[in-house]
């Protein structure tokens, strides 16, 4: 894991950096130096600088980036290609090719070098990087395939800038508040994150998962998609289905746990994180793991989590967290996001990531499970509607004008509503903050519809069931935005490297074709059965059928303590006001602190955007580096 920079001038006559865009680049390159603190590095040449925050995992003593390959490429890679050494052998074998590393890094610009765009689906790992071709003065960018690692560009008359964090670009770009993106910020507010490839900078974009660019001085940017996930039933049987998941995920993790460096583990107490610390415990028997729960009654999975690992034979490092914690660390959360996350459960990764790497350097997580599995509680609602999803149109039409005559909170309303509404209307991914009417009361100009997201995405599921259609959203929407963005961030605040070994290509194929009979059988409250299924005798049959908390966070409780205050103050000042309804959102806290309704989501949503707001546009809360580099070494 480390952090990156490039830039390439639109000027074919264009000599190095002058002072001035040396400094700036160089400063730029620091304020990511929290990704990568083992080697700080700059080269500077015709046209071109590019900079490299390493965290050394692989071939630690060598694989210094910028890394240069066959008098043509100058490389920096972000991530982990797990199966380099069998691509270093197929490289040797193919076309001869020599190394002078033992790391994945000049692999992967061999790979290019030799296979060129046809070397991306051969890669297992997370990445993101830049490859510019001194020959041909062509500069080459791909994202891993579900968007695990993060590349940001920003395209100007001088040239093209990309960086691994949206930070190291701002320098480069309009200030935020003047370029401020009203439909990102539209988009934030229904999802709880701005979607890719969106920023709430309007200048600056992020190279979407499965993507690569091009980059030509007079050409511009050109963008191709190189990896699709689908998720086509294939009529599998049960139990080969079963043993496919189990052979693909042994198979991963023994993959993601090679490194140089010490090696652990998150826990929850969901049968995900189980089943990774359980297989990852048979090949480093002394695993250390991590959990984390907050110091409010009922909001802590630390002692389920100790009773599984005892029962794994792991050991297990527990961190609680304080509201004084939240309060004391939370606008630097905020800044270490780009941009605002409203998914509180980032608040608990943050500090469970900061216990972790005070004992290790890399940790295996859960994450990409539950949309590939079928996982969320949400994916059954198709099968509770079908009864109404099959009635004639009209008969559709009546219950849909009944629901609507109906008084709130009058049961069945909700679900005659729901049976009515077409998928691609009633479900916008995981979260749903405000709806489109929510919007328009708090927002101070018309919002673009969340459909502009996520219709594109319904029109390429026609052929699938509204369950495969939902993971479709979320795989393509939830993970890359929400998910991925969170676990990078937050663990790399604190040099920590953390894998997902369910985001595999072999663990993707053994889930993309399951039926939804398979990961949601009919009469069972089950989720991802085929999962929960194929890891018998793996994870302890009591945590096997145990529903995901995903370190719960007591939001509700916070808005009606000390951090409601903070909150309250924090609207109270914002100058944001000629973007939103500050009012109304001041309402919907004092709606939730007086016990009227729970409106936390909605509150939590609107505070970390005045909150980024603060920090990014107004300047008025200064959020300081928690480090600085200790060196750098310039080419």
């Known amino acids: 894991m480390c952090g990156l920079s490039a830039f390439v001038s639109s000027r074919p006559d264009a000599g190095p950096p002058d002072a001035a865009t040396a400094a700036a680049f160089s400063a730029a390159l620091a304020t990511m130096w929290h990704r990568g603190p083992d080697d700080t590095r700059i080269e500077y040449g015709d046209g071109y600088a590019f900079g490299f925050n390493r965290l050394a995992i692989i071939d630690r003593e060598l694989s210094a980036q910028p890394l240069h390959y066959a008098g043509r490429w100058t490389v920096v890679f972000n991530g982990e290609i ?19 590393t033992d790391g994945d890094s000049e692999v992967l610009a061999a790979a290019f070098h030799y296979w060129g765009e046809a070397a991306l689906p051969r890669l297992r790992g997370m990445f993101a990087f830049v490859a510019y071709d001194h020959r041909t003065g062509t500069l080459h960018a791909a994202r891993d395939a579900f968007g695990i690692k993060p590349l940001y560009l920003l395209e100007t008359t001088d040239g093209l800038f990309l960086a691994s964090e949206r930070k190291a670009l701002d320098p480069f770009a309009a200030p935020a508040g003047a370029a401020l993106d009203a439909d990102a910020l539209a988009h934030y507010l229904t999802f709880q994150y701005v979607p890719d490839p969106l920023t709430l900078h309007r200048h600056i974009r992020r190279l979407p998962p499965g993507h690569r660019l091009v980059w030509t001085a007079g050409g511009g940017v050109r963008q191709y998609r190189w990896f699709k996930p689908s998720l086509r039933p294939l009529h599998l049987q049960p139990e080969a289905a079963y043993q496919a998941i189990q052979d693909a995920l042994t198979a991963s993790v023994h993959r993601h746990m090679h490194a140089e460096v010490p090696v652990g583990a998150f826990l929850s107490s969901g049968v995900d994180s189980s089943a990774i610390v359980s297989l990852a415990s048979r090949i480093k028997p002394d695993l250390h793991a991590f959990t984390a729960g907050f110091a409010a009654g009922g909001y802590s999975e630390i002692e389920v989590a100790a009773d599984t690992a005892e029962q794994l034979g792991v050991r297990l490092t527990p961190t609680v967290v304080t509201d004084e914690d939240v309060l004391a660390h939370l606008p630097k959360i905020v800044q270490l996001l780009d941009d605002p996350v409203a998914d509180p459960s980032l608040i608990p990764l943050y500090f469970l990531a900061r216990t972790a790497a005070q004992h290790v350097t890399v940790v295996l997580s859960g994450e990409g499970s539950d949309e590939l599995f079928g996982g969320y509680k949400i994916y059954r609602e198709p099968l ?129 074709g399951l039926s939804t009979e398979l990961k949601l059988p009919a009469g069972s409250r089950s989720t991802k059965h085929a999962f929960r299924e194929a890891m018998r005798g793996i994870v302890p049959e009591s945590v096997r059928d145990r529903d995901k908390l995903g370190f719960p966070t007591p939001t509700r409780l916070w808005l009606r303590g000390p951090i409601g ?55 008025s809360i200064t959020v300081e580096p928690s480090r600085a580099p200790i060196g750098l070494v310039q080419a």
Not at 82 to 94: G, P, S
Not at 476 to 499: F, N
Not at 574 to 597: F, K, P, T, V
């Open 82 to 100: 797990y199966n380099y050494r069998e691509l270093r052998a197929a490289l040797i074998r193919e076309h001869q090719a020599t190394f002078a």
């Open 384 to 512: 509770s509607l079908a009864g109404v999803d099959r009635l004639p149109a009209g008969m559709k039409r009546g219950l849909r004008h009944l629901a609507d005559v109906l008084p709130e909170g009058v049961r069945g309303r909700s679900f005659l509503e729901r049976g009515t509404t077409p998928i691609e209307q009633r479900y916008y991914g995981n979260a749903r903050i405000f709806s489109a009417e929510e919007k328009a009361r708090l927002l101070r100009y018309t919002a673009q519809p969340h459909t502009d997201i996520t219709g594109p995405l319904y029109a390429e599921t026609a052929d699938v069931d509204d369950v495969a259609s939902m993971q479709y959203v979320d795989l393509h929407t939830w993970l890359p935005g929400d998910i991925l963005v969170k676990a990078d961030r937050m663990s790399m605040a604190h040099s920590l490297e953390l894998r997902v070994p369910f985001l595999d290509q072999q663990v993707y194929a053994a889930a993309a």
């Open 565 to 619: 205050d903070w909150v309250d103050t924090l609207l109270a000042g914002s100058q944001a006001g000629d973007l939103i309804d500050l009012n109304y959102a001041r309402g919907l806290l004092a709606e939730h602190r007086r016990g009227d309704a729970d409106r936390s989501r909605k509150v939590w949503t609107v505070a970390m955007f005045c909150l980024w707001h603060a920090i990014a546009v107004e300047k």
